[in-house]
């Protein structure tokens, strides 16, 4: 079965953290890029970060020196964390996988997400 399983995500205050994890089933065989997205009602979906299989990392200017995206290659886990908190980042984040599953061709899948809202 293929998965991709996000958490953490959750209520948290402004000016407060989270750390999202975004665990890829083992079907994956090789991962190229890992893709963390969001989206809130009304808006856009927004890609908000990204790691290559070499580890090189991007994130788009709302976040930037804020969120840190990582992965833990043992694991099959990628993660998001998230500090200073803002109540616009409030939204659902979604991992999406740019990656080779067995017996597949090189495909995109996606998680079915995690709500993070941000307020008092």
């Known amino acids: 079965q293929v998965q991709l399983v996000e958490s953490g995500g959750g209520l948290v205050q402004p000016g407060g953290s989270l750390r999202l994890s975004c665990r890829a089933s083992?079907?994956?065989?090789?991962?190229?890029?890992t893709y963390w997205y969001r989206q809130a009602p009304g808006k856009q979906r927004e890609l908000v970060a990204t790691?290559?299989?070499?580890?090189?990392?991007h994130y788009s200017d709302s976040v930037k020196g804020r969120f840190t995206i990582s992965r833990d290659n043992a694991e099959n886990t990628v993660y998001l964390q998230m500090n200073s908190l803002k109540p616009e980042d409030t939204a659902v984040y979604l991992c999406?996988?740019?990656?080779?599953?067995?017996?597949?061709?090189?495909?995109?899948?996606w998680g079915q997400g995690t709500q993070v809202t941000v307020s008092y």
């Open positions: 999406n996988v740019d990656g080779l599953v067995r017996s597949s061709r090189r495909s995109t899948y």
């Open positions: 790691i290559s299989s070499l580890g090189i990392t």
């Open positions: 083992r079907d994956f065989m090789s991962i190229y890029a």
